[in-house]
């Protein structure tokens, strides 16, 4: 992770004819904060996740300002109280407090880049949610279908796009798979390889904060006299000069975070994938059905459908579903009281 190096000022103390300027605070609400009742239920624990993210991103921005200022303001008070010692040693204090804070900004930074790729598995958990809604749909017009009229030629219809919509589901479950687990590892590393650059880098600042605590003369004096003039001024800037020599030459020493995912081709799956047609990234259907049909699954539960559908019989007392007391045939998916008012008006029941 790159080491971000920049001119440090001297002295965090606010210039006169600046003092009016404000920075503007950051507002991160926005309207795209109402889509969460709009995400598919696969969605919902990612989105509420990266939400909360969002406000903690904020808080470490909102924090960071704050010790900026408080970092200005103890400087300024140090030079009120027309003590040269506090007044230089609170002066270059408050510059490392200042850069404590920056690095609060840079780790916002940071998380904005995890955020971001955690989005990328929101994404595709959303995209992959209406292939598992569609194959329960035509499940259920097949159980349906079965019931009220199991001798419909639309059910061989239904069957084999049955076995279409399983086909990409299979695909998309993958293609899911394979997308979780490499951005979750990459966002992650981003995330805690953060952590530590922060908080290194605060070690070093705050080590030499201590350092320039020790240029301040605590003896206690009798009325009457005073202290020694301050000859640390050179001091406390040599204490700059170390932290910022310090920070330039941080490198990270971090465990590395392995990673298989380099093999994943065009789709999120091995090898590429399905070459030109079939399923693209995220379970969405382009191309024809040809690459569906030489897909296991297809083969075999076609297989399974053809030998069984347009041969259906009913016997007398009825054959589908399970019996209950009497011969009453029970449907294989819950009725309302008007679907088996039709359903007997039939005489299927």
């Not at 406000?55 to 009120?80: D, F, K, P």
């Amino acid at each position: 992770m790159p080491t971000r190096v920049r001119n440090r000022s001297l002295s965090v103390r606010s210039k006169k004819e600046s003092s009016s300027e404000k920075s503007v605070p950051k507002h991160r609400f926005t309207m795209a904060s109402l889509r969460g009742i709009q995400q598919p239920d696969l969605s919902k624990k990612l989105f509420k996740l990266i939400k909360s993210e969002n406000h903690a991103i904020g808080a470490y921005e909102s924090a960071g300002r704050e010790r900026v200022a408080i970092a200005q303001q103890l400087s300024e008070w140090g030079e009120a109280t027309g003590d040269d010692a506090i007044s230089e040693v609170s002066d270059k204090l408050g510059v490392l407090m200042a850069e404590i804070a920056e690095q609060e900004d840079l780790y916002a930074q940071s998380l904005e880049e995890y955020r971001g790729i955690l989005k990328q598995i929101r994404n595709t958990e959303s995209s992959v949610q209406p292939s598992r809604d569609h194959k329960v749909k035509v499940s259920d017009e097949i159980a349906k279908l079965k019931y009220k009229e199991p001798q419909s030629t639309k059910i061989v219809q239904l069957e084999q796009e049955l076995v279409r919509a399983e086909a990409q589901s299979l695909v998309a479950e993958a293609q899911l798979t394979n997308i979780t687990r490499q951005k979750f590892k990459e966002a992650y590393d981003i995330h805690f390889a953060a952590t530590i650059e922060r908080a290194e880098k605060q070690i070093i600042l705050a080590k030499q904060a201590r350092r320039m605590l020790n240029l301040l003369d605590d003896t206690p004096i009798v009325p009457g006299d005073v202290h020694p003039v301050f000859e640390g001024t050179d001091a406390t800037r040599q204490v700059l000069n170390d932290a910022e020599d310090e920070l330039r030459n941080w490198q990270p020493n971090l465990e590395p975070i392995h990673t298989n995912a380099g093999s994943l081709g065009v789709g999120a799956m091995p090898g590429g994938g399905l070459s030109g047609n079939g399923i693209s990234q995220y379970g969405s259907e382009v191309g024809q059905d040809a690459n569906l049909q030489e897909h296991p699954a297809y083969r075999e539960k076609t297989a399974r459908s053809r030998s069984g559908s347009g041969e259906r019989r009913v016997a007398s007392g009825g054959s589908l579903g399970s019996h209950g007391g009497g011969g009453e045939v029970q449907p294989p998916y819950p009725m309302t009281e008007a679907e088996r008012r039709e359903v007997e008006h039939a005489g299927v029941i």
